[in-house]
């Protein structure tokens, strides 16, 4: 990195000094996308990969003649969205965005991916709601007390994932971005611990961070199933450049009660969860929301949000609401084969998903017990998920 400037002071005005500055780095600029390295032209490369791939909607999305209208630097910004699906053809989804513009930036890309996977129109646009005012379904006193169909006290969770509007996207951070990230939340913390409602503290996995926490403690918070752990084994976002750097700028903020969590630097900047044994969704439900507008609340603190999108999050399956409520339930009859079939056959067509106990792609409880969530993220208010 240089640092250019005019170099007349006299004889000289103000304005010319500004303009002659903007013109230069124009003809700077261009000296230096001359000396770039062609960017490679994915086409062939993915006119190979889809025919094998149908359900790669990444790899389905893409269009030759679109990527070839984009100047070098859109070629090489989308490639990298594109990157995890390319490098890993049986990806579902395939692909990340890597700014927090990234959706807006490439939409005829984007679009299409957000159509396919999410079964809606290619021109559809988000609209967020947590207000439970007259949302179909609703029972007349506004719980959603699930004691009320005979069932006792369940696991309840509800997470969101949120991005910081001045940060690029984890996959596109680098190590120190992701340490100032970290620490650029340390205001927030301090925030949250200073109110009953939400105190605790926060944990660092960051060696040397003030926060620190040694391997003992970390897998404790592990065992506890209140910290992440290293991405690197998901190949997926290894290649979406999502993994890299762990433990660098990673951690976790966990309340007194272990009833409200943030996990920082996962799949996005921040993962914010409230979760309960309990019978009523809206205790966990309405507690996020509350906390959510304490950190969005916070000076110099913005969340990424799209006009046509709403909230940014790195992987399309989580764009619009970033937010997966779920319980885990025991079904001892309909997974009595051992497998979640039976219980898929059932969930899948009501739009909901079946997971393990750990989350996706986890094995289910060996005593039946389920993780049950609604599938759609995008275009569905939080009220109706
Ligand atoms: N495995 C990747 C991502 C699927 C959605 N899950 C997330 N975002 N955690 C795929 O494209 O198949």
Redesign the pocket.
């Given at each position: 990195t240089v640092d250019i400037s005019p170099s007349a002071r006299f004889c000289i005005k103000e304005c010319e000094i500004i303009t002659a500055l903007y013109l230069g780095i124009e003809k700077l600029k261009a000296a230096e996308d001359a000396l770039a390295p062609p960017v490679e032209d994915i086409t062939p490369r993915l006119a190979a990969l889809s025919p094998d791939h149908p359900d790669n909607i990444c790899l389905s999305s893409f269009d030759p003649a679109y990527y070839a209208s984009l100047s070098n630097e859109d070629k090489a910004g989308l490639e990298r969205c594109m990157r995890?699906?390319i490098e890993n053809p049986d990806?579902?989804?395939?692909c990340y965005a890597c700014q927090p513009e990234d959706y807006d930036r490439f939409k005829p890309f984007f679009s299409k991916a957000l159509a396919k996977y999410h079964g809606v129109p290619e021109d559809a646009k988000h609209v967020n709601d947590w207000s439970l005012e007259g949302v179909e379904g609703l029972p007349a006193d506004g719980g959603l007390d699930i004691a009320k169909l005979g069932l006792p006290e369940l696991s309840m969770r509800v997470r969101v994932g949120r991005n910081l509007k001045a940060f690029p996207l984890p996959g596109a951070m680098t190590k120190q971005q992701r340490c100032d990230m970290e620490n650029f939340m340390l205001g927030a913390f301090a925030k949250l611990i200073a109110m009953p409602e939400y105190g605790g503290k926060y944990c660092s996995f960051t060696p040397g961070h003030p926060n620190y926490v040694d391997a003992a403690e970390y897998q404790k918070l592990v065992d506890a199933h209140i910290a992440f752990k290293d991405m690197s084994a998901d190949k997926?976002l290894l290649s979406a450049g999502i993994a890299q750097d762990w433990p660098h700028g990673r951690g976790v903020y966990v309340s007194e009660d272990r009833g409200f969590i943030i996990w920082v630097g996962e799949?996005d900047h921040l993962r914010i969860m409230c979760m309960e044994k309990g019978t009523v969704l809206n205790k966990v439900f309405d507690r996020l929301k509350a906390a959510l507008d304490v950190v969005n609340g916070i000076e110099g603190l913005e969340f990424a949000i799209s006009p046509d999108y709403g909230v940014v999050t790195s992987?399309p399956?989580?764009l619009g609401t970033g937010m997966r409520a779920s319980l885990h339930i025991q079904l001892p009859y309909l997974t009595a084969d051992g497998t979640d079939a039976k219980a898929k056959a059932i969930a899948t067509p009501l739009g909901l998903s079946v997971r393990g106990l750990g989350g996706?792609h986890t094995p289910i409880g060996a005593d039946g017990t389920v993780d049950i969530s609604p599938s759609a993220r995008f275009c569905i208010k939080e009220c109706e998920i």
């Open positions: 995890s699906g990806s579902s989804m395939g997926y799949e992987c399956t989580n996706e």
